[in-house]
C-alpha cells in the first residue's frame, strides 16, 4: 500500500496491545531519521538524526524532525535507541533533551561516546545504557535485543523489538561487508534466530534499493589510497565525514607506509577521532600525527591533511581551502581526494567544490575517477538475503527518497511478501500492527523545523521563500509622501534597487504611473477610503506588474508610504 498520492486523516484513537509506529523523518529524504513506536501509552524512540539543507534553504544550519507529535508527551517516553553515531541517526538528539534531559539514551560503546560529546557542547549531561550484540533489554512495555550490523562506522547496531502488539526489526544503516576492516559483520545467524521466531514488521534501510548486486568490500579502497598517496608530489587532503573511523584508518595506514605525517583538520574530525582513539576504535601509530600549527615545519610531500567537507559544505575545511579562506593555502601539485558517497542533493555543491579546486591547479580523486570510497548501504543483492532469511510478514521500508523506498518495496514483493504487506510510506504516516496485521491508519504532522544561529523552529517556509527571492531576484524599496487633504502624491516615489543590474534611472519610466494610481485612489476618497496598508499594495502591484513585464524579474518588493498634512512633517507609517 502506497501513501505518496493520498490525503491521510488523522489517525484514530491508539487500541490497547496495539504498536503504533509513527516515522518522524528518514523517509522521502536521506536525513533526519526518527521513528517513534507506541504500545499502552508508553513511547520508545529509535534514532534522532538531523538533515543538512539544501541551496532551496539559504541561511538554515540544520533541520530536525517535528518533534510536535511527542513534545507534549515526553514523559512517557521510556528510552531513545540509538542504532549508531551517525549525525542523521544521532544530532538532533541535543535539541530533543533540551525539552527533557533525562531521557535514557541506549546505544553501543561509541554510539553513546560520540552523542555524550555533542551533548557536552550544549551542556546537557545526558543518562545513558550501554548495549552490545545479543543483549537483551526491557524498557516499559517494549523488549529491545539488540543485533550487530556493519556499517561505515564502527559499533552500528540494529533493534529487534518485542511487544504485546508482535515484533519490530529496525535495522538502522546497514551492509553486508564480507570483509569487514573491523572483523564485524553483520550477524546473519542472529537475523535467522529472529526470522524463526517471527518478523511481524521489517523496517529495512533502503539507500542502496536502486543499486544492483552488493556493496564491495571495504579493504578494496586500502590499496587504492595508498597507490594515490604514492604517486602524490605534493601536499594530500583526504575529505570525508568526521565520523568515518575507517577510512582514517585507511589513511593512517597509508601515510605511515608511504612516510608522511597526518593531521586533523576541523572540530569534529579532532573529536569524533580522538574518541575513537580513546575507545580502541582507531589505532594511530605512534609519531604519524601532528597539530595543524606546525604544518609548515613539514614539506608538502611529507603531509597528508584529514578533513571534512565531503558534501561541498560551505563552512567546512575543504570549502574553505578551495575558497582560499583556510591557514592551508592550495596550491599546484596538492592532491585531494574526496573519500565519500553524494548523498542525493549534495550533487550541485560537491562538483562546484571540484571545479573551484581544479582551477587552483589541485588534482581531485574522487569516486568518479578512482576507487576511493563504498557505500555504507545495503545494495540490492544484500536486501535480498535479509527477505528470504527474516521472511517478515509486512516491510516498511525506510532511511531513502522515494524512488529508494520504491525499490525496496519491490524487493520485498519479489521474495513473497504479499503486496498488502509492503507499506509504503511518507514521514509522518501511522502504522497500527496488531496480530500480524500492519494498516497505514492516518498521518500526524511532520514539517521541517529549521535550526538558523540560536534559532529552532522560528524559520518558516515563508521566510525561506522571502530568502529566496531577495538571493535571486533582488530587492527594491519605493518611499511615497501623500497628503490627504490635498489627494496628492508630494514626493517620490523614490525608488531604489538592489541585487538587479539596471540602473535605478530605469525605473523613471514607472514613477509617473506609481503617482497616477495613488492620486486616483485617494481622489476616490471619501466614498472609498484608502488605508496606508491599502495604498501600498496599489504600489507593489503597479511597480510589480511593470518590472515583471519589462525587467523580466520578480524581486522582492518594499513599499513605503508616508502620510503628511500640509505645512506639517511626514509621519512614516510602514
Known amino acids: 500500500m502506497s501513501v505518496f498520492e493520498n490525503d491521510l486523516p488523522a489517525p484514530p484513537k491508539l487500541q490497547k496491545d496495539t504498536l503504533r509506529v509513527v516515522p518522524l523523518g528518514g523517509l522521502g529524504e536521506v536525513g533526519r531519521n526518527m521513528t517513534v513506536y507506541e504500545i499502552n501509552g508508553k513511547l520508545l524512540i529509535v534514532d534522532c538524526g538531523v538533515l543538512f539543507p539544501e541551496e532551496s534553504q539559504p541561511g538554515v544550519d540544520l533541520i530536525l524532525p517535528d518533534f510536535s507529535y511527542v513534545v507534549d508527551r515526553l514523559d512517557d517516553v521510556v528510552a531513545m535507541v540509538l542504532t549508531h553515531g551517525h549525525e542523521d541517526h544521532i544530532g538532533a538528539v541535543p535539541y530533543l533533551l533540551k525539552k527533557r534531559p533525562d531521557i535514557p539514551l541506549i546505544g553501543s560503546e561509541l554510539t553513546l561516546a560520540l552523542v555524550e560529546a555533542k551533548l557536552a557542547e550544549h551542556r546537557i549531561k545526558p543518562y545513558t545504557l550501554t548495549v552490545k550484540e545479543h543483549q537483551i533489554e526491557k524498557f516499559g512495555p517494549f523488549e529491545c535485543e539488540f543485533i550487530a550490523v556493519n556499517h561505515s562506522i564502527p559499533d552500528a547496531l540494529a533493534v529487534f523489538i518485542r511487544t504485546a502488539a508482535g515484533t519490530v526489526l529496525h535495522t538502522g544503516d546497514f551492509k553486508m561487508d564480507q570483509l569487514p576492516l573491523d572483523g564485524r559483520i553483520t550477524d546473519l545467524r542472529h537475523f535467522s534466530r529472529l526470522g524463526d521466531e517471527g518478523v511481524d514488521l521489517f523496517l529495512p534501510d533502503s539507500t542502496n534499493a536502486e543499486v544492483p548486486g552488493f556493496t564491495p568490500t571495504e579493504k578494496n579502497i586500502g590499496p587504492v589510497i595508498s597507490s594515490v598517496f604514492r604517486d602524490a608530489p605534493g601536499r594530500i587532503i583526504v575529505a570525508s565525514f568526521s565520523s568515518h573511523v575507517h577510512r582514517v584508518q585507511q589513511v593512517l595506514d597509508a601515510a605511515v607506509e608511504r612516510g608522511r605525517k597526518v593531521v586533523l583538520v576541523g572540530r569534529s574530525m579532532v573529536r569524533n577521532m580522538t574518541i575513537a582513539e580513546k575507545l580502541g576504535y582507531l589505532k594511530v601509530p605512534e609519531g604519524v600525527l601532528v597539530d595543524l600549527k606546525k604544518v609548515d615545519e613539514y614539506r608538502p610531500d611529507e603531509l597528508v591533511l584529514m578533513c571534512t567537507g565531503s558534501q561541498g559544505e560551505p563552512m567546512a575545511a575543504l570549502s574553505r581551502m578551495a575558497n582560499g579562506d583556510h591557514k592551508v593555502q592550495l596550491e599546484p601539485g596538492d592532491t585531494v581526494v574526496l573519500a565519500s558517497s553524494l548523498i ?94 500492519a494498516k497505514i491508519v492516518g498521518e500526524v504532522p511532520c514539517e521541517y523545523l529549521y535550526v538558523d544561529g540560536r534559532s529552532v523552529g522560528s524559520v518558516t517556509e515563508d521566510d525561506l521563500k522571502a530568502r ?107
Open 344 to 437: 542525493p542533493g549534495n550533487e550541485t555543491s560537491v562538483y562546484r567544490i571540484i571545479n573551484a579546486l581544479m582551477k587552483l591547479g589541485v588534482t581531485v580523486v574522487h569516486k568518479g575517477n578512482a576507487k576511493v570510497h563504498v557505500s555504507g548501504h545495503a545494495a540490492a543483492g544484500e536486501l535480498l538475503y535479509c527477505y528470504n532469511i527474516l521472511e517478515p510478514k509486512n516491510v516498511m521500508p525506510v532511511h531513502g527518497e522515494v524512488r529508494h523506498l520504491i525499490a525496496n518495496g519491490e524487493l520485498a514483493k519479489e521474495t513473497g511478501v504479499p503486496e498488502e504487506g509492503v507499506l509504503l510510506c511518507e514521514s509522518g504516516t501511522v502504522v497500527d500492527l496488531k496480530d500480524g496485521v
Open 468 to 574: 529566496r527571492v531577495l538571493g535571486e531576484e533582488g530587492f527594491v524599496s519605493i518611499v511615497t509622501v501623500i497628503d490627504r487633504a490635498t489627494k496628492r502624491v508630494v514626493t517620490g516615489p523614490d525608488i531604489h534597487a538592489r541585487g538587479i543590474a539596471e540602473d535605478d534611472s530605469v525605473f523613471d519610466e514607472i514613477t509617473p504611473k506609481i503617482t497616477a494610481a495613488l492620486e486616483d485612489a485617494l481622489h476616490r476618497a471619501p466614498e472609498k477610503v484608502h488605508t496606508v496598508q491599502q495604498l501600498q499594495q496599489i504600489v507593489r502591484r503597479t511597480i510589480g506588474a511593470w518590472i515583471s513585464r519589462r525587467l523580466r524579474r520578480k524581486p522582492m518588493i518594499v513599499p513605503v508610504v508616508v502620510e503628511t498634512k500640509t505645512d506639517e512633517e511626514p509621519k512614516p507609517t510602514v
